[in-house]
């Protein structure tokens, strides 16, 4: 039998979407796990601090320190940690290229594996625009495609200098479950698409919190998941292959550190004053 305390050893771990700074954060489940799973590399893939929800109102218990202190200890001791900001982080792009507690800051990286395969990563919020408007973007063609996502870009920008939060997927999601599935499948198509473009083999992405791995015309698509519901990661083996980690099922089976908030079918954190502020928030 495995030992639940045994340390596993990865070149390379991929996590997303923590949500630092929300309620909803499962802080708990991921100190296990990082106590629990060491690597060469950690790659941060976005929404890691909630800084939008912190702007409304200071949520900052031991346990998210424990994270971050987690975190810069692992740097100390030689592993390489790479965050790459998502649109609840969208603060740290400001600062590409920028390091800090020796974590480097990159807006999106094409990461090899160690069988050469050569995956892009990045958060993928930038698509939402795309995936919103898929139907009217097909129609349009390809400079319309392009387009959407440099406006997308431009005006997430100019939100961040008014100071005005980011529009959430997961809020909107909520509110029309119905469209949230095609959203879902749109997505992984244009996220895998995105991947063709950079002529890579696979891409790693997080932002819809919908842990997978699965081939998408050619493309190996592979999402993290999230650590507000389900605690999922992705590890790359010494040979390059990658595994699916879920890491609340590993620790309700063995009975280990309980979770300190009770599990509630929350996708994001700033549902209720996303409500609030019609759909628009977070
Ligand atoms: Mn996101």
Request: negative net charge; aromatic residues 10%; contains cysteine.
């Amino acid at each position: 039998m495995e030992d639940a305390s045994e340390v596993r050893h990865f070149r390379t771990l991929f996590i997303s979407d923590v949500h630092l700074g929300s309620k909803a954060a499962k802080t708990d489940f991921l100190l296990d796990f990082l106590r629990t799973h060491e690597a060469e590399t950690i790659i941060l893939v976005g929404d890691i601090v909630d800084g939008w929800r912190l702007k409304r109102s200071w949520y900052w218990p031991q346990p998210c320190n424990d994270v971050v202190q987690k975190l810069l200890r692992k740097a100390r001791k030689g592993t390489r940690i790479v965050y790459i900001p998502g649109n609840h982080d969208e603060f740290l792009r400001d600062f590409p290229g920028t390091h800090f507690g020796g974590i480097e800051v990159a807006e999106r990286m094409i990461h090899e594996m160690a069988d050469g395969k050569r995956y892009l990563v990045l958060h993928g919020d930038e698509f939402d625009v795309v995936v919103r408007n898929a139907r009217l973007l097909a129609y349009l063609g390809d400079w319309a495609y392009d387009t959407a996502i440099a406006i997308n870009v431009m005006l997430a920008a100019v939100r961040r200098k008014l100071g005005m939060p980011y529009w959430s997927f997961s809020a909107w999601a909520k509110l029309q479950v119905k469209h949230a599935v095609n959203f879902i499948g749109e997505f992984q198509r244009v996220v895998a698409e995105e991947a063709r473009r950079n002529d890579v083999d696979g891409v790693i992405c997080g932002h819809i919190h919908h842990a997978l791995m699965e081939d998408i015309d050619g493309i190996h698509y592979v999402n993290t998941g999230d650590w507000v519901e389900s605690c999922t990661a992705v590890a790359e083996h010494p040979d390059g292959r990658l595994e699916l980690i879920s890491w609340a099922h590993k620790i309700s089976a063995s009975g280990a550190p309980k979770p300190v908030q009770k599990m509630v079918p929350v996708m994001i954190p700033s549902l209720d004053s996303a409500k609030k502020e019609g759909a628009r928030a977070a």
